[in-house]
Each structure stands twice: as C-alpha cells, then as structure tokens.
C-alpha cells in the first residue's frame, strides 16, 4: 500500500527559529519519486522539490533544506530562520514509476505558523 | 499571463445551476489535473488528461464532467451539486504523468447552496 504520513498537524514557531516538519512514507517500488508542496493561504499549491529513490543527497536551498533517508522512510523537511512568509501549509507526496495510476499520494500537511 | 491560471477565484451556485470552472496553462504541459480539496481531507484527484485524452477518473459522480479542448485548456462542468461538492478545485499541469511536479493554479472556491 502506499501511505505518505504528516503526523505533524500544525507547528506554531517564532520567526528565525529553526523548524521541521516530518513526513514519512511507505512504499513496496524500489523506484519512486518525493515530493514537498507549499500552499499559502493563497491557495496556490507551490512546488518545492521532487526527489527520486536514488538520490539520498540531502538538498539545500537556502533556508530550505532536505533530509531523505530511505532507512527510515522519511524525506523531512527544514526551514533555518523561519520567516513569518513561511506560513503555510505544506504537503509531502509519494509518485510511484510503475504506478499506472497516474497520481501523487497526498499526505493531509502539515499548516505551519511563523509567528513575528 | 504565466503559470496555470483558474477562472472564476470564487463561484456560488445553486443545486440546480449549471456552471464551468475554466483552467488554462501558459508552461507547455501535455498533462493537466483537476483536484478536490476540502477541509480537513488530503488532496483528491478527480481527473488526469495526457495529450488532451483523459487517462484517470477517480470514480467521481457524473455531476462533474471535464473536458480538455487542447493540451492549454482544462473545463470541470458542473451540475445538479451538493452541498457536500463545496471545496477548493485545483488545476494543475505537468511534463508527462505522476513523477513529474506538477503546477498549481490558485483554484477556484466552489460554494453550494
């Protein structure tokens, strides 16, 4: 079964904390693809990174930064200096290669809150 | 414009009204996705057009009928809703199908009285 879990349901930080936010997944492919969206309360879904099974490099962009650890099944996320425009709900989202299915498995966000 | 862009922002409609939500991409995708997103429930996928043919339909009431003119353009027709249909829709587009990302418009807020 695929299964992508955000077990943080909201996180509340001071602006220029350091936040994470955990996402977990399950999958039986050895070839799969990860995924991190941000929404605003906008509503516009915005892509963050996508990474694929193969590429346990963590990523850094900026404040943004990835830890994807296939050990543990898990692909967190980290925000350094938060930024009250880091409020937002963010998604995490599983894509299986062989999957003919054709869609991203959500997991339910994680709504974070920068407080200034 | 740039981007995927959803028209109208914000709709209120009647159980017995018929409405077209409207989605167009300016990126060049040959998919496009139209998604469900109501409180407090994950992201749901409703269709999935590959060059301009539908290859997805996650079992959604015939009250919600899509249509993908060109690879530009995405339609969700609406009609005889209920309540229980009021959500955010999104649109998305992407370069091929399900491990490419996808891009978001800023969706359209369906209210059903």
């Known amino acids: 079964a695929q299964k992508v879990t955000q077990a943080q349901t909201e996180i509340s930080v001071v602006e220029k904390e350091d936040v994470t936010l955990d996402c977990v997944y399950e999958?039986?492919?050895?070839?799969?693809?990860l995924f991190w969206y941000k929404q605003p309360p906008s509503g516009e879904l915005v892509f963050l990174i996508r990474?694929?099974?193969?590429d346990e490099q963590n990523e850094i962009s900026g404040r943004y930064s990835w830890n994807f650890q296939k050990s543990t099944s898990s692909f967190n996320f980290t925000i350094t200096a938060s930024q009250v425009v880091d409020s937002a709900v963010y998604f995490c989202?599983?894509?299986?290669?062989?999957?003919?299915?054709?869609?991203?498995?959500w997991g339910a966000g994680t709504k974070l809150i920068i407080k200034p | 414009e740039t981007g995927v862009t959803q028209t109208p922002r914000h709709l209120v409609m009647g159980m017995t009204n018929k409405k077209s939500l409207k989605c167009e991409q300016h990126?060049?995708?040959?998919?496009m996705y139209w998604y469900k997103q109501s409180a407090k429930k994950p992201l749901e996928l409703m269709f999935v057009y590959s060059l301009e043919e539908r290859v997805e339909n996650n079992s959604v009431p015939s009250r919600f009928s899509p249509e993908c003119p060109n690879s530009s353009h995405l339609f969700l027709h609406l009609h005889t809703l209920q309540p229980e249909d009021s959500a955010l829709y999104l649109c998305a587009s992407s370069h091929g199908v399900f491990y490419n990302e996808q891009f978001f418009g800023p969706g359209t807020r369906l209210t059903v009285l």
């Open positions: 989202a599983l894509s299986e290669a062989q999957d003919s299915n054709y869609q991203l498995i």
């Open positions: 999958t039986r492919d050895t070839t799969y693809y």
């Open positions: 990474r694929n099974s193969f």
């Open positions: 990126l060049g995708h040959n998919a």
